[in-house]
Structures are given as C-alpha cells and as structure tokens.
C-alpha cells in the first residue's frame, strides 16, 4: 500500500496553495472535512506533521518534501496528458523570480515559450527565491545563488548590472561634496527592508553603508519612479537607467563603479517538457539580456 495516495498528496497540495482548508475544499469541490481527513491521512502515513494549522498553513520541513513530490507527480501527469493528446488541465509552472528581471528582461523569455504552457510567477529578491524552491512552493526560479537547492540543477544566466544614479535636482539639494564622501549622510532609496543593494556599494566606496534617511519601495518601476522623483538615491538596472540618463531624468553619481549581480536559473530535476521549454525560453533571453 502506498504511503502517499495521489487524492492526499494532491488534496495537501491544494490547502498550501490556497491557503486555508476552506479554500482547498471550494478548489476541490469537497467538504473541508473531507480535506482535513485527507491530510490527517497523509500525515498518519508519513509518520509525522506535514502543515502547521495556521492562517495561512505554513509547512514543516517533512511538508516540504511531500509537497515537492505532489508537485512533480501533478506536472508528470499533465505532461503525460499532452503526450497523449488527452484533454486535462493545461500546464501551469510556479516560477519564482526577482522584481527586476520581471520588470526588464524575464516577460520576453516567456514569449518565446509554445502556447498551451502557463505561468504562476512569484515575486521575490533574487537572494530569496531559493526559499520557494527549497519549500516547493515553485518548480524553478531566478536566483543569485550558484548552490544548487537538493533535487535542482543550476545553470548561469548572466550578470544584472546596477548604476547609481539620483536626479539633477536631488544632487543640487543634497550634494554639497562628491559623492563618495556624503554616501552615508544623504536619502537613499532601497527595495525593502532587505535589499542590501545600496549598503554594499556604499561599503565599497567609504567601508560604511547606506545612510539611515532611507525611503522604501518595494517594485522595480516605482523604485526607478521613486529615484527619477529626487526621493532618494539608488541603484537601477543598467536597462532601466540608459533612457533615463539619456534624456537627463538622472545622473549617474559614480562613473568608475557599477554591481554586477549574477542570476542563476535553478529548477527541479524532473524531465517534463513543459520545464523544459521554459528553461531554454529563459537561458536565450539571458544570453541577449544580460551580460
């Protein structure tokens, strides 16, 4: 007798998707009861707690592991569902990527992928995204890490390259010396409370970080809104930054000095063609995109 009956596994899957017992039973067009005696199965089963009964559930780290499997079991069968010409629920792939390869370069990638696969994108910072996977919450993801996350394989992208740039009228009101020497006294705009963007390049110029008068806005295009505005100033994608500068909306504040952030894209072994796809998708626009 199998330990992991596909009704559980898929009715565990369906409550951390969703978020509540209650909602996953309205997925399912089943009673929460039924989804409760379920996972109360799976976890007599397994021999141990799966979910965390919070609002929403969280996953133990036995959770995890089963929700990997459930996830990998449910792509195997649409892929085999396509295969076959059968009818079934398109292929829909959880992906996790970063604020800024969504708002540049990481939507062209998915034109490029065949119709008929779909995509359930999770925003995150690149330094983080391999939580989702090591959580199964996502089959593959943009990251910064080169370490691959157990069950994944990793491949390099590219460098995402960042310019610091504040407005003509923010550098006339705050500036009073060079830069370099008022790079932690001066408003500084970052992502979220933790991007550490703009503190490691502050520490590459004075040893020091960011200053505390910090403005916090967390999405790409309002972020370059934000520093384009005089808020603050900030590290922008290159590709966002070269209109801008052109134009004169913004300076660039350090001529010598840029960060390069390497992205890396990691997804779980499973053969599926769907994966598959995206994954070449995703390596052509790097290689055009990125440096």
């Known amino acids: 007798m199998s330990f992991f ?28 009861s039924a989804v409760s005696q379920r996972v109360k199965a799976l976890e007599q089963g397994a021999g141990r707690v799966l979910l965390l009964r919070t609002k929403p559930v969280r996953l133990t780290e036995s959770g995890e592991i089963v929700v990997r499997l459930a996830r990998q079991l449910t ?17 829909t792939l959880p992906i996790a990527v970063n604020a800024d390869s969504l708002a540049t370069w990481f939507l062209s990638a998915l034109t490029r992928v065949p119709p008929g696969i779909y995509f359930e994108l999770h925003r995150e910072d690149e330094e983080r995204t391999t939580r989702l996977l090591r959580e199964g919450l996502v089959m593959a993801a943009v990251t910064s890490s080169p370490d691959a996350v157990q069950g994944c ?25 060079p830069f370099r020497s008022m790079v932690g006294e001066i408003p500084v705009v970052t992502f979220d409370r933790h991007d550490e963007l703009q503190n490691k390049f502050a520490r590459s110029l004075r040893r020091r970080g960011a ?19 005089g808020l603050g100033w900030g590290l922008v994608p290159s590709t966002q930054a070269a209109p801008r500068l052109e134009s004169g909306a913004l300076v660039l504040l350090d001529p010598t000095r840029a960060i390069d952030v390497p992205l890396y894209w990691q997804q779980w072994k499973l053969h599926s063609p769907a994966l598959s796809a995206t994954a070449e998708a995703v390596a052509a626009a790097a290689r055009e995109s990125l440096g």
């Open 5 to 32: 009956p596909l009704d559980q596994v898929r009715t565990l899957l369906a409550v951390v998707d969703e978020g509540t017992f209650d909602a996953a039973a309205a997925a399912l067009h089943v009673t929460p």
């Open 75 to 91: 792509q195997l069968e649409r892929d085999a569902r396509a295969e076959l010409g059968m009818a079934g629920e398109p292929a």
């Open 153 to 177: 394989s990793v491949s390099a992208l590219g460098r995402m390259r960042y310019l610091p740039v504040a407005s003509p009228e923010y550098v006339a009101r705050w500036l009073s010396r």
């Open 211 to 229: 200053g505390s008068l910090r403005h916090y806005v967390p999405a790409s295009e309002a972020f370059v809104g934000a520093v384009t505005a």
